[in-house]
């Protein structure tokens, strides 16, 4: 197993809402480690999107710890954050939120440009199989085309780590299946410690581990020795 990319230790989130408190994460020890593609599955209110968020920076922990690397995320400032999430992550979520005036090269292109050292477009485009539709706006595409261009845009900064939240969610399962096999590519070419969640139990196994949220904890983790391939999922 590689190092450690995130580590979380009693990590826990409250949401007040008037009086009533729900324990989105209620201490939550997890590790992802470098270069993994972890699935990260649990009935719908059980955590997921809250954990991602927060080793996302997206959003803060109430108490407990998540550190990226050395980096401790709880206590980091908001510009601090804001240069951590820009710099190191990549997010895809269920809806693809392209610009639709813009092509997909321009959608692609609209992150490179504020990057360190990303990649051209059409190179991030080819890693999905969209190069040959780069110059078609966002219309034009179907549902798992948006949702490559999408996951193109995520990676063109080369991000250390990629975050999914119900990436096929929208999609039908064979246009889910080539989202994965993306997913998949990206992560055994560039190495990027990959998490996704989702519904669908039946893609745990294309996973390197499987961590499954129950009620805000983390019930079960899965070491898959044996990986299938997303075109052999059965959904
Ligand atoms: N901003 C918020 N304010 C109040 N409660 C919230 C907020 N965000 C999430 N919650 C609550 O925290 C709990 C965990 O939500 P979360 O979205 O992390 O679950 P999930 O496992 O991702 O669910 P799903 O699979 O349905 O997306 C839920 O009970 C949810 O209602």
Same mark, same amino acid.
């Given at each position: 197993?590689?190092?450690?990319?995130?580590?979380?230790?009693?990590?826990?989130?409250? $949401?007040?809402?008037?009086?009533?408190?729900?324990? !989105? &994460?209620?201490?939550?020890?997890?590790? &992802?480690?470098?270069?993994?593609?972890?699935? &990260? @599955?649990?009935?719908?209110?059980?955590?997921?999107?809250?954990?991602?968020?927060?080793?996302?920076?997206?959003?803060?922990?109430?108490?407990?710890?998540?550190?990226? #690397?050395?980096?401790?995320? !709880?206590?980091?400032?908001?510009?601090? &954050?804001?240069?951590?999430?820009?710099?190191?992550?990549?997010?895809?979520?269920?809806? $693809?939120?392209?610009?639709?005036?813009?092509? +997909?090269?321009?959608?692609?292109?609209?992150?490179?440009?504020?990057?360190?050292?990303?990649?051209?477009?059409?190179?991030? @485009? !080819?890693?999905?199989?969209?190069?040959?539709?780069?110059?078609?706006?966002? !219309?034009? @595409?179907?549902?798992?085309?948006?949702? #490559?261009?999408?996951?193109?845009? +995520?990676?063109?900064? #080369?991000?250390?780590?990629?975050?999914?939240?119900?990436?096929?969610? +929208?999609?039908?399962s064979k246009t889910g299946v080539i989202v994965l096999e993306a997913l998949t590519r990206i992560n055994r070419e560039l190495g990027t410690t990959t998490a996704i969640i989702t519904h669908n139990a039946a893609i745990r196994n294309i996973a390197h581990r499987v961590i499954s949220f129950i009620d805000g904890k983390i019930a079960e983790v899965q070491v898959n020795d044996?990986?299938?391939?997303?075109?052999?999922?059965?959904?």
């Amino acid at each position: 197993m590689n190092e450690a990319v995130f580590t979380t230790r009693n990590l826990t989130k409250i $949401y007040l809402t008037g009086d009533v408190e729900v324990r !989105a &994460l209620n201490g939550v020890d997890s590790e &992802l480690y470098g270069g993994e593609l972890a699935v &990260l @599955l649990g009935p719908s209110g059980s955590g997921k999107s809250t954990f991602l968020n927060i080793v996302g920076g997206l959003d803060r922990p109430t108490s407990g710890q998540v550190t990226f #690397r050395d980096q401790d995320l !709880a206590t980091l400032s908001d510009g601090k &954050l804001t240069l951590y999430r820009r710099n190191h992550v990549g997010f895809v979520f269920q809806f $693809y939120n392209l610009i639709p005036s813009l092509t +997909a090269w321009e959608n692609v292109a609209l992150v490179t440009e504020v990057a360190d050292n990303p990649m051209p477009p059409e190179e991030a @485009l !080819a890693m999905v199989d969209m190069e040959k539709r780069m110059t078609h706006f966002p !219309a034009q @595409l179907s549902g798992g085309e948006q949702q #490559r261009v999408a996951i193109a845009r +995520a990676i063109a900064k #080369r991000p250390e780590v990629l975050l999914c939240d119900e990436p096929t969610g +929208a999609l039908d399962s064979k246009t889910g299946v080539i989202v994965l096999e993306a997913l998949t590519r990206i992560n055994r070419e560039l190495g990027t410690t990959t998490a996704i969640i989702t519904h669908n139990a039946a893609i745990r196994n294309i996973a390197h581990r499987v961590i499954s949220f129950i009620d805000g904890k983390i019930a079960e983790v899965q070491v898959n020795d044996q990986r299938i391939e997303p075109s052999e999922v059965v959904w």
